[in-house]
């Protein structure tokens, strides 16, 4: 099971939400009717059996969990080929986990009592599915809201953030700039802000944001916003300027920054994207 969900992971390197990376692992393999089951407090038992054994290969530095996305690190793709038996893949990924937890320090709240390994990684795996949900719900929202919405709500930020925004493109060409934005008032202090906002579910690709950035001056500060995400390709161009600054800004950083900024939201513009946090006791590890 592990040893499949890693050559999806492979197939898709900018990374896959995590039901879509099991379901895939689901069709290609023979599933005993045990794990063809349903828990009676509902859900694919498989789906649980395969979750509980990434948490291994994530403490081995193999795989990346993040807002319910599964990518596969470089350490993962080497381990892949090293060890092509399954039973080899899971045993190093296993050793690799003990190894972690044998150096913590002793009294370490992440580190798993021997007694307990279970039920902690069962409150893992509810804690990751929560937190999945959660930004599912919240990625949909973005992936469907009004584009013009999307902009006033980038707007709504940037001046939560001390930036004076001067312009947001009304409806209509725009000529690839969506939002004007200064750190003083008047415009007079440099750099100038410009920000290219895109609602869209598939990542930006490389050729994207070079048309993006044929558009940002020396003098210019360049913030590329997607509610999608952005190829490798594009944010290694992104790292890679050294005259031209560029900022990429994909859905789960925007949420990020919407949830660190808003209390100086302006009131009504956090409706443009209503965010409620709720407490519970989230597990160690």
Same mark, same amino acid.
């Given at each position: 099971?592990?040893?499949e969900l890693?050559?999806?992971?492979?197939?898709?390197?900018?990374?896959? &939400?995590? &039901?879509?990376? !099991? /379901?895939?692992?689901?069709?290609?393999?023979?599933?005993?009717?045990?794990?063809?089951?349903? =828990? +009676?407090?509902?859900?694919?038992?498989?789906?649980k059996? !395969?979750r509980?054994?990434? @948490?291994?290969?994530?403490?081995?530095?193999?795989?990346?969990?993040?807002?319910?996305?599964? %990518? !596969?690190?470089? $350490?993962?793709? %080497?381990?892949l080929? #090293?060890?092509?038996?399954?039973?080899?893949? =899971?045993?190093e990924?296993?050793?690799?986990?003990?190894?972690?937890r044998?150096?913590?320090?002793?009294?370490?709240?992440? @580190?798993e009592? /021997?007694?307990t390994?279970?039920?902690?990684?069962?409150?893992?795996?509810?804690?990751? +599915?929560?937190? #999945? &949900?959660?930004?599912?719900?919240?990625?949909? =929202?973005?992936?469907?809201?009004?584009?013009? $919405?999307?902009?006033?709500?980038?707007?709504? *930020?940037?001046?939560?953030?001390?930036?004076?925004?001067?312009?947001?493109?009304?409806?209509?060409?725009?000529?690839?700039?969506?939002?004007?934005?200064?750190?003083?008032?008047?415009?007079?202090?440099?750099?100038?802000?410009?920000?290219q @906002?895109?609602?869209?579910?598939?990542?930006?690709?490389?050729?994207? *944001?070079? %048309?993006?950035?044929?558009?940002?001056?020396?003098?210019?500060?360049?913030?590329?916003?997607?509610?999608?995400?952005?190829?490798?390709?594009?944010?290694?161009?992104?790292? %890679?300027?050294?005259?031209?600054?560029?900022?990429?800004?994909?859905?789960?950083?925007? @949420?990020?920054?919407? !949830?660190? =900024?808003?209390?100086?939201?302006?009131?009504?513009?956090?409706?443009?994207?209503?965010?409620k946090?709720?407490?519970?006791?989230?597990?160690?590890?």
């Open positions: 099971m592990l040893q890693f050559r999806v992971l492979t197939e898709n390197p900018d990374g896959i &939400q995590a &039901q879509k990376a !099991i /379901d895939i692992v689901a069709d290609r393999l023979q599933l005993t009717e045990h794990e063809k089951g349903d =828990y +009676e407090s509902g859900g694919r038992r498989f789906d059996i !395969i509980f054994t990434t @948490v291994d290969a994530v403490k081995a530095g193999w795989m990346l969990k993040r807002k319910g996305k599964w %990518s !596969i690190t470089n $350490d993962g793709k %080497s381990a080929g #090293e060890f092509p038996e399954p039973e080899e893949f =899971y045993r990924a296993s050793r690799l986990y003990r190894e972690w044998a150096s913590r320090p002793e009294g370490d709240s992440d @580190v009592n /021997d007694e390994p279970v039920a902690k990684r069962d409150a893992n795996i509810t804690f990751e +599915e929560a937190e #999945e &949900q959660a930004w599912n719900e919240i990625s949909s =929202y973005l992936a469907s809201i009004d584009p013009y $919405d999307l902009q006033e709500l980038i707007g709504a *930020l940037l001046e939560a953030m001390n930036y004076h925004v001067a312009w947001i493109a009304p409806p209509g060409k725009d000529g690839g700039i969506d939002l004007l934005a200064w750190s003083d008032p008047l415009g007079t202090v440099p750099p100038r802000i410009k920000v @906002v895109k609602r869209r579910k598939d990542n930006i690709a490389v050729e994207e *944001l070079r %048309s993006f950035l044929a558009m940002i001056n020396q003098d210019d500060v360049g913030i590329f916003v997607t509610t999608g995400g952005f190829t490798k390709d594009a944010e290694e161009l992104a790292r %890679s300027q050294e005259s031209r600054k560029i900022t990429l800004l994909d859905s789960q950083k925007l @949420v990020e920054l919407w !949830i660190e =900024y808003n209390e100086k939201i302006d009131k009504d513009k956090r409706m443009l994207l209503p965010l946090p709720i407490y519970f006791l989230a597990p160690s590890g």
